[in-house]
């Protein structure tokens, strides 16, 4: 077994950690109190290399391995989940849909701008009334000569309202198959078409600096030049989709999980009561040791699960087990972190209060950990 | 424009050093090295003179092999190609170093030579000046801004509370100071692409040197933690005037700085 990183993912993440010190760092809490998505910071990460991590160079990608993107996810969500979520978000479901699916044509339209960071695309799946059960969803596509016609609406879309979106992979009901299930296929809507509308959401807990949308669309034809991939291909798809999409939710655990432990261990070693730093005393110590012990065993999962998907191996277990372990492991060293501050822990000026909040997203977003149960369930024959 | 940029590998400024048990090194476990600062500066100036005038930027470092990854940094900056020459278990001291530099760099065809015009580690101040006494070429410090034209280039530098212009026929060295530019990252395409660029690793045998004329004129003979801080005071009294009146009054006669 050979647990070394190779020289380019060292130098990646070291890279990645100083961009997310320097530039990230000193504006987070600022952006999250104001809610602000940055479109300034979006390009400068653009600018390093954080879009189109996987994409091949023909389509202005970096052309990296897997573990190299999660990896990057990692660094950027030790310090910040919000711009983690633009990055993961972008990646995963911006670029990703339409990098495997995408025509030579789409991908050699769409995918340039965005694998530059100078642009951003949605994926929009979860309905108001379709979450875990994608099965009741009911945006629609009708099929009218050359064009479709989209009605209904999507919900909690990442990167789909802000002034660097140019549009949103849909997912919608095109017919019927056999044995009655609907037929779902995705459709590239283009900001500008008419009827579709994308509206910010505002109010969350959590991502408070990235971008999150309502769409609606109102009979908005969309021309069949833009149908990703074949009818029917919609749900193959989208299960595709979130299977990669779990490695970068589960990065953005690990990586915020780092982030509120370093910012503990160091709190506990300064913060001094009964006359002595905090992390002497056994009750503070172990939660310490157990939160260490954990980022470990989640770090190895999740490489374990982008080991296999680097080598086209079967990954979509791993995937679950690792999504489901680092999201649940990020809650429990963020409560340790807060609690190890103390009263400090409860104020916006420790950030750990941040990772907190930003934590509980992971175990609903991409799959709540309720459906990677599931997932994992039916991998071992229950 | 052929560019040469000397690099040094240190630790990062934020490192807790510890002094090993020799009382003359620092302990090298748990230390996270970085290319100094300083030579990130020399890395940004050289590719941007490239960019600008086109050519190719070699960087130049003298150190142990681990000193190859603050090289490849440079590579993914931008820069063309490497060379690392490794001293092996030879200690090195400023002039050592420059001499190991200029023998690497004498058979090179060079316009410019930038350095970092001193390394956060050691404090030297040495190597970017004795290299260009051996190489017999202008030498420019404390650099924050500098223009080519006509063979020439002209240098703003800082001095003691201002700036000087100074000018120099090239071939010549110059070395950087804070202010000159705003070093870039090295991109995630550009640590691929690093990859694939030249780097080769050079002993002092290859340069045609022997151990024996590089002996340090300068040894250390201790090295000691600067003393620590005391904690700050705060001045009591019941009103504003009152503690401004201590606090004039402790500045004045205990601190005796106004």
């Known amino acids: ?382 | 424009m052929e560019i040469l940029v000397l690099l040094k590998q240190v630790p990062a400024t934020e490192s807790l050093i510890a002094i090993a048990n020799d009382r003359v090194s620092i302990k090298p476990d748990g230390l996270k090295y970085v290319m100094n600062p300083y030579d990130e500066l020399a890395v940004e100036e050289a590719l941007r003179i490239r960019e600008s005038q086109g050519g190719t930027v070699t960087i130049l470092s003298v150190g142990p092999a681990k000193a190859a990854e603050a090289i490849r940094t440079g590579l993914a900056m931008g820069a063309d190609k490497g060379i690392l020459i490794d001293p092996g278990n030879l200690t090195c001291d400023g002039l050592a170093t420059a001499k190991l530099l200029a023998a690497a760099i004498k058979p090179m065809t060079y316009d410019i030579i930038i350095a970092g015009h001193r390394a956060v580690d050691d404090d030297n101040f040495q190597v970017a000046t004795a290299l260009a006494e051996l190489l017999g070429i202008p030498n420019i410090s404390m650099v924050v801004k500098q223009t080519l034209a006509d063979g020439k280039i002209r240098c703003l530098c800082t001095v003691e509370g201002g700036t000087k212009e100074v000018e120099a026929t090239l071939p010549a060295l110059i070395a950087t100071q804070r202010g000159l530019n705003d070093p870039r990252y090295a991109s995630l395409p550009g640590i691929m692409k690093a990859k694939k660029k030249p780097l080769e690793t050079r002993s002092i045998a290859d340069l045609g040197l022997d151990a024996a004329g590089l002996q340090p004129l300068v040894t250390i003979k201790a090295l000691k933690m600067p003393v620590e801080r005391k904690g700050g005071r705060v001045i009591e009294g019941d009103s504003v005037a009152v503690k401004v009146a201590a606090l004039v009054k402790a500045l004045h006669e205990e601190a005796k700085v106004i």
Not at chain 1, 119 to 129: D, I, Q, R, V, Y
Not at chain 1, 242 to 252: H, K, P, V
Request: proline share 3%.
């Open chain 1, 1 to 382: 077994m050979d647990f070394d990183l190779t020289r380019e993912q060292e130098m990646i993440r070291r890279e990645v950690r100083s961009f997310a010190e320097k530039e990230i760092a000193p504006i987070a809490a600022d952006l999250d109190a104001g809610e602000h998505f940055s479109s300034t910071l979006t390009r400068k990460m653009g600018e390093i290399g954080l879009f189109g991590m996987i994409v091949s160079e023909a389509y202005e990608g970096q052309a990296m391995d897997y573990l190299s993107y999660i990896i990057a996810v990692e660094e950027i969500a030790r310090v910040d989940g919000s711009q983690a979520a633009t990055i993961a978000a972008g990646n995963s479901l911006g670029i990703g849909p339409l990098y495997y699916f995408g025509t030579e044509e789409q991908k050699r339209r769409f995918l340039p701008p965005l694998c530059r960071g100078q642009a951003l695309w949605g994926f929009g799946l979860t309905e108001p009334t379709a979450g875990s059960d994608a099965g009741g969803s009911t945006t629609t596509a009708v099929r009218d000569g050359d064009n479709w016609v989209l009605n209904g609406s999507k919900i909690f879309i990442t990167n789909a309202a802000c002034d660097m979106t140019l549009g949103v992979t849909v997912q919608a009901i095109t017919g019927t198959r056999t044995g009655g299930k609907p037929e779902y296929t995705c459709f590239l809507v283009e900001n500008g078409m008419p009827g579709f509308k994308a509206v910010p959401m505002h109010g969350k807990m959590m991502w408070r600096a990235s971008n999150t949308a309502e769409l609606y669309f109102d009979d908005v034809r969309v021309p069949q030049a833009n149908m990703l991939g074949q009818k029917g291909d919609g749900f193959h798809q989208m299960l595709q989709t979130l299977d990669g999409g779990r490695l970068s939710i589960a990065a953005m655990g690990l990586g915020g999980a780092i982030g509120a432990y370093e910012m503990a261990l160091k709190y506990a070693r300064s913060r001094e009561q009964f006359g002595q730093p905090i992390s002497k005393f056994q009750a503070i110590a172990f939660k310490l040791a157990d939160c260490a012990t954990e980022i470990e065993c989640g770090r190895n999962l999740l490489y374990k699960a982008c080991w296999l998907r680097d080598r086209q191996r079967p990954f979509a277990k791993e995937a679950a087990m690792a999504k489901l372990y680092c999201s649940e492991l990020m809650g429990r060293v963020a409560d340790h972190a807060v609690q190890i501050h103390g009263g400090y822990g409860l104020m916006k000026d420790y950030h750990v209060e941040r990772f907190y909040r930003d934590h509980k997203l992971l175990e609903i977003g991409e799959g709540t950990s309720e459906v990677q149960r599931i997932v994992i369930s039916r991998h071992i024959g229950c």
